[in-house]
């Protein structure tokens, strides 16, 4: 078992900066990617990053590459999901989730197995 606990989330203005933090639990050792994934209300989860904890290779859903990188922390069993020029587009809960097979970086959410509570990011203009 794996347990994900998102933190960082709060109301910024457009423009803005954030960091949002998700840390993993239990058996850590048997992951193998990390994602961050967002919802709006009344849309269906989006895929937003993705890190290998071993190589630590990324990738990025088009609507965020060059404003969002996803970063890692073995050491603390943490990866980072940093967000900047945030625009009122963002506004989602962001979900961090765990995927255990060793099969590449996968964007869709039913490839991963374990999910944080997530984390409520609003972006006002």
């Known amino acids: 078992q794996v347990q994900l606990v998102e933190s960082g989330g709060e109301l910024v203005q457009t423009g803005d900066s954030l960091r949002l933090a998700c840390v993993a639990s239990?058996?850590?050792?048997?992951?193998?990617?990390m994602a961050w994934f967002r919802q709006a209300p009344g849309k269906d989860r989006e895929f937003a990053g993705v890190?290998?904890?071993?190589?630590?290779?990324?990738y990025y859903a088009d609507s965020v590459r060059g404003r969002f990188t996803v970063s890692r922390d073995n050491a603390k069993n943490t990866v980072y999901l940093d967000m900047k020029n945030l625009q009122p587009e963002d506004t989602a809960v962001y979900y961090c989730?765990?995927?255990?097979?060793?099969?590449?970086?996968?964007?869709?959410?039913?490839?991963?197995?374990?999910w944080g509570q997530g984390t409520q990011v609003t972006v006002s203009s």
């Open positions: 890190i290998s904890l071993g190589a630590g290779s990324t």
């Open positions: 239990g058996q850590t050792s048997t992951i193998y990617s």
């Open positions: 989730a765990a995927d255990l097979t060793p099969n590449g970086l996968r964007v869709g959410a039913w490839s991963y197995n374990y």
